[in-house]
């Protein structure tokens, strides 16, 4: 069994992004904030700190909790005007009063780095990915990175959010590099899951349910992604908690042939390709901007 690191892979990816700056440039990254969700400050620490690293300017613009939505389309659309802002994402989840679909659709398609805008996520459907969402992006590099071939493999994808399961699912199907496989995606209504889960040659876990994939669910051979960050209650830790992801490491890591570790997997590549989005945004607005409206 080989674990796939991730972190080591990110921080190779973000020295490359770093090093395709041109000479002068600041790509700029907004980062949008609503209240006090405390994993979403950890994530935006990491992204600022990412930015730093790779000589991008970034700007955490924090909300109080109980702002109106008219007030957050408002400090989005602010910074869909700002020239001096190239990628602009908010973090989700918002607190339940506000309407995060609208929110999205309000972000210009051309800084939406996250790559959930419908025009992003439609041109993804249609063949010509532009922006895509991160997550999916890092776990395909992941695999490529790794010469895991992809082609003509049958890919099952636990969980159907358009954050990972479907974007993800999309991407394996594309065709060329990174793409053509047999892709199924599953979902909570999902009938015999582990019968689906063990005929993958490739199998992702994204349903944010702690240790749900058990060894007796996977193929032997198989390549097992974990996508899952999950809190679990552990007072041996300082903070109270420790992460797990949605795969039963233990069980699950005997009779695989690559697996990802949670934490330091998954996670710091969805940051690294964060980057590589931000710094093909500036791209799109600075060097090229004809080719863009
Ligand atoms: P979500 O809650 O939006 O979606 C979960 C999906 O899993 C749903 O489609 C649901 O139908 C499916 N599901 C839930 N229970 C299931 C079950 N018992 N059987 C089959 N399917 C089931 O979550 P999300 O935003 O997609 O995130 C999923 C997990 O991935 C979470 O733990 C989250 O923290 C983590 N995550 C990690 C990263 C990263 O960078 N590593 C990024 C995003 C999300």
Redesign the pocket.
């Known amino acids: 069994m080989e674990l796939l690191d991730g972190k080591a892979l990110a921080a190779t990816i973000k020295q490359e992004v770093k090093d395709s700056v041109p000479e002068g440039a600041r790509p700029a990254l907004a980062v949008v904030q609503v209240g006090e969700d405390p994993a979403s400050s950890v994530y935006i620490r990491s992204k600022v700190r990412s930015c730093e690293e790779c000589g991008f300017d970034s700007q955490h613009v924090h909300l109080e909790e109980g702002i109106r939505q008219a007030e957050l389309l408002k400090t989005l659309r602010k910074l869909n005007d700002d020239q001096s802002v190239h990628g602009l994402l908010l973090q989700l989840p918002l607190p339940q009063h506000l309407d995060p679909d609208e929110a999205i659709r309000t972000i210009e398609p051309i800084k939406d780095v996250d790559g959930f805008h419908p025009e992003n996520l439609g041109l993804l459907v249609s063949g010509q990915p532009r922006f895509v969402p991160c ?1 999916p992006l ?1 776990i395909r590099e992941l695999l490529v990175r790794n010469r895991i071939d992809i082609a003509g493999k049958r890919v099952v994808v ?4 358009i ?3 479907k974007p993800l699912a999309l991407l394996f199907a594309l065709k060329g590099e990174g793409g053509d496989a047999t892709v199924s995606i ?3 209504r ?1 009938k015999n ?1 582990g019968e689906h889960a063990a005929s993958a040659d490739i199998l992702v876990a ?4 702690p240790g ?1 994939v058990t060894g007796d669910m996977v193929k032997e051979g198989a390549v097992v992604v974990d ?4 809190r679990v209650p552990d007072p041996s830790k300082k903070k109270g908690y420790r992460l797990v992801g ?1 795969v039963d490491f233990e069980s699950v890591a005997p009779k695989v042939s690559h697996i990802t570790p949670v934490p330091g997997g ?2 710091p590549m ?1 940051v690294a390709m964060l980057m590589a989005s931000t710094l093909k945004a500036y791209s799109l607005q600075v060097a090229s901007p004809n080719a863009v409206r």
């Open positions: 997550t890092g636990l969980g159907r959010s954050v990972v399961g599953c979902h909570s999902t899951l994204a349903m944010g349910k749900l996508v899952g960050i999950n949605d998954v996670g969805t």
